[in-house]
């Protein structure tokens, strides 16, 4: 484990330094992400308008579910989209040989091995959002650290589902279609499930688990969660986790050489 964690802050600074060489682009994400995030206020303000709510959730609640979106949203940009356009280059390139004869697993290399700054913008914003609702609705210190429980399993799951399709370009080698359907289909966790159809409620929480990404988070922080949801939620992970381990691996047999 100590070998892994030196070379993952290897990792990280050598990303860092080679990124912020063009620190416009960090003002560039910034006004981005600012853009995204009015974009995502604006029609959560457009059901609130008329004093509609969705069931059982109150304008700062729906808040909430907001900025734990803006924050996978930024984990996302900041730790998996870039690593996972390195994986379809090493396919395509043929240097996944050199990454394969490292003394090091080769899932961790790739999942790690790059970091985007330009993700941090949204990764703010969302905590701000997050704090700005907690202070209206009075939540207490306790309920914040007890949300990040399902926060981090839903931040796994994330990861086991994005590297699953990242493995899928040893076949397809050309996959970013299918990522922006997966992105998507994961928009749908800017809102409460309870603004979904009881259709669409079953198909984002047992088929696409967005309600695991999002909403179960923002509950737990609303001290409104059941336990077995949150539970549930370490299951799925864990279970994510070691099928994107073990479809890794039986990828690989499909995986030809540059040398071969």
């Keep these: 484990m100590k070998?892994?964690?030196?070379?993952?802050?290897?990792?990280?600074?050598?990303?860092?330094?080679?990124?912020?060489?063009?620190?416009?682009?960090?003002?560039?994400?910034?006004?981005?992400?600012?853009?995204?995030?009015?974009?995502s206020l604006f029609?959560?303000?457009?059901?609130?308008?008329?004093?509609?709510?969705?069931?059982g959730w109150s304008w700062e609640e729906a808040l909430v579910v907001l900025g734990v979106f803006t924050v996978l949203q930024g984990f996302s940009t900041t730790f998996l989209a870039p690593n996972l356009n390195q994986i379809v280059k090493h396919v395509q390139q043929g240097t996944l040989d050199f990454v394969l004869l490292k003394p090091i697993s080769s899932q961790f290399w790739l999942s790690t091995r790059s970091v985007s700054p330009w993700g941090l913008p949204d990764l703010i914003f969302g905590l701000v959002v997050i704090g700005y609702a907690g202070s209206r609705l009075g939540i207490a210190g306790q309920a914040y650290l007890v949300s990040i429980v399902p926060l981090v399993f839903g931040l796994l799951s994330l990861y086991s589902l994005w590297f699953m399709l990242g493995a899928t370009s040893i076949w397809f080698v050309k996959i970013y279609n299918v990522t922006e359907v997966?992105?998507?289909?994961?928009?749908?966790?800017?809102?409460?499930?309870?603004?979904y159809p009881v259709a669409y409620r079953f198909f984002f929480t047992f088929i696409v688990p967005v309600a695991f990404l999002t909403t179960v988070p923002a509950e737990a922080l609303l001290n409104r969660a059941q336990m077995g949801w949150i539970v549930g939620a370490g299951v799925l992970a864990v279970i994510l986790l070691l099928v994107s381990r073990s479809?890794?691996?039986?990828?690989?047999?499909?995986?030809?050489?540059a040398s071969s």
């Excluded at 029609?43 to 069931?55: I, P, R």
């Design 43 to 55: 029609s959560l303000f457009l059901f609130y308008q008329a004093d509609y709510t969705f069931a």
């Design 182 to 195: 997966l992105r998507g289909l994961l928009e749908a966790g800017r809102f409460p499930m309870a603004a």
């Design 3 to 39: 070998r892994y964690w030196q070379v993952l802050k290897l990792f990280i600074s050598t990303a860092l330094a080679a990124e912020l060489e063009y620190r416009v682009n960090f003002v560039i994400a910034t006004l981005t992400s600012l853009g995204s995030l009015a974009g």
């Design 247 to 257: 479809f890794w691996r039986f990828a690989l047999r499909f995986y030809t050489s």
